[in-house]
């Protein structure tokens, strides 16, 4: 079965750091571009970084640029987002994805919730 | 920065009835435009890519149209499973429309 599955969603303080991870399973990973989409709660869809598949193409939300950092590590079959210096408005679900045709997004993970606040 | 508007915001229909949802691009994205379903809870579920291909599973009631900047998505007869939000995307900057709601009336 074609799967993401993401991990790593917790209550952060403002101004901390988070790592989310999606584990990748039933396709050959290290073909795909991988992306992460996130929702704040009540809100629309915000699409946030993509990587290539060989990790040399990275994509960031300029609302969000600086502060991410996009990673995947191919042997595991996983993708990684490092997200520093977080608000409160970086609460949301994150959802990790696998991207087709260069910009649409057919498989999705459940998504991870990042909470920030005091 | 290409932005999409969809409309209506909210759509009231009763089951069987044909829903017609409106995505309207800044600037043109050729065909480059995906729908997507979301549902209380879930992940979105990819519907449409290419303006007008149906993903794999997609049932035929719905379909995708349009080109250069006015995109419509049709669902022929509603079936409840249907009442939810929807989102259109394009690929200049991956960013989404602000969704339509269609609810039950």
């Known amino acids: 079965e074609v799967q993401l599955v993401e991990s790593g969603g917790d209550l952060v303080q403002p101004g901390g750091s988070l790592r989310l991870s999606c584990a990748a399973s039933g396709f050959t990973f290290n073909i795909y571009t991988m992306s992460w989409v996130r929702q704040a709660p009540g809100k629309g869809l915000e699409w946030v970084s993509y990587?290539?598949?060989?990790?040399?193409?990275?994509s960031y939300a300029d609302s969000l640029k600086g502060r991410l950092t996009i990673s995947r590590d191919n042997a595991r079959n996983s993708v990684y987002l490092q997200m520093n210096s977080l608000r409160p408005d970086d609460t949301a679900v994150y959802y990790c994805a696998r991207e087709l045709g260069g910009y649409f997004f057919d498989i999705w993970g459940q998504g991870t919730l990042v909470t920030v606040s005091s | 920065e290409i932005v999409l508007t969809q409309s209506p915001a909210t759509l009231s229909l009763s089951p069987g009835e044909r829903a017609t949802l409106s995505c309207r691009a800044s600037q043109s994205v050729s065909s480059s435009l995906a729908w997507y379903q979301q549902k209380p809870g879930q992940a979105p579920r990819l519907l449409i890519y290419?303006?007008?291909n149906r993903a794999t599973g997609i049932p035929a009631r719905f379909s995708g149209s349009g080109s250069g900047t006015d995109f419509t998505l049709t669902i022929s007869g509603l079936e409840p499973e249907d009442f939810a939000v929807y989102y259109c995307?394009?690929?200049?900057?991956?960013?989404f429309g602000q969704g339509t709601k269609v609810e039950i009336k």
């Open positions: 990587i290539g598949s060989s990790s040399g193409d990275v």
């Open positions: 290419d303006a007008s």
């Open positions: 995307q394009q690929r200049s900057n991956w960013s």
